[in-house]
């Protein structure tokens, strides 16, 4: 069985300051997706990256593939209350999602 | 273009009654995805359809499941009959291509008493 190991569960930080989530797994994903959640919405997609060591950036995000495509970040810089919400990873296996637990991430102003 | 859209937004059913979600999928996606996020969960895979096939439905917990999706349109997944451990939110999502750019609907809260 394939698993997303999402860290931390739950974070919560003062407007200003830089965080990073990681999600881990032993197994090799085709692609990693990072999206973001509000309540009483569906999970909306911030990113899709599919080769190993890949970067890409969105504003004050920054998401990376690990080299050997195991494992992700999702790096926020200068955090903002609106950056408040549900971050949730899920890798590509098999044409299947498998997610990560998700973060719940608090900006407090 | 008017996103996934998910009906009922909440269902709050007794153990053994049947319930029917739907999902209207953005139009001319030919993917179609079910998901559940059972409480305290991770998001699961349920199944996925192109058009109106089953590409994937290795995710259906057993078979007191059944997901259609007539004339590659919208989408229903029944759930008959219901057990507590049902209880959660199920997602439905679309794409044009398999796995790339998911749109996801708002989710039906289901809760089985």
């Known amino acids: 069985t394939q698993l997303l190991e999402q860290s931390p569960q739950f974070l919560s930080i003062q407007e200003g300051e830089n965080l990073t989530v990681y999600c881990n797994s032993s197994s090799v994903f085709s692609s990693l997706q990072w999206y973001r959640q509000e309540p009483g919405e569906g999970p909306v997609l911030l990113v899709t990256?599919?080769?190993g060591g890949e970067v890409k950036k969105l504003k004050r995000l920054t998401f990376q593939f690990g080299d050997a495509r195991k494992d992700s970040s999702l790096h926020i810089t200068a955090a903002q209350p609106g950056d408040t919400g549900l971050y949730l990873c899920?890798?590509?296996?098999?044409?299947?999602?498998?997610w990560g637990a998700g973060t719940k991430l608090i900006i407090k102003p | 273009e008017a996103g996934v859209t998910q009906f009922p937004s909440h269902s709050v059913i007794e153990k053994g009654q049947t319930v029917t979600l739907r999902c209207d999928p953005i139009?001319?996606?030919?993917?179609l995805y079910w998901y559940r996020r059972v409480m305290g969960k991770e998001i699961k895979f349920l199944l996925h359809f192109v058009k109106e096939s089953k590409q994937d439905e290795s995710g259906m917990p057993n078979n007191r499941f059944l997901a259609e999706r007539t004339g590659g349109t919208y989408s229903t997944l029944k759930v008959q009959p219901a057990e507590l451990e049902d209880s959660g939110v199920y997602f439905c999502?679309?794409?044009?291509?398999?796995?790339?750019?998911?749109?996801f609907g708002p989710g039906t809260r289901l809760t089985v008493l």
């Open positions: 899920a890798g590509g296996s098999n044409y299947q999602l498998i």
């Open positions: 139009s001319g996606h030919d993917n």
């Open positions: 999502a679309s794409s044009q291509e398999v796995l790339i750019e998911q749109f």
């Open positions: 990256v599919v080769t």
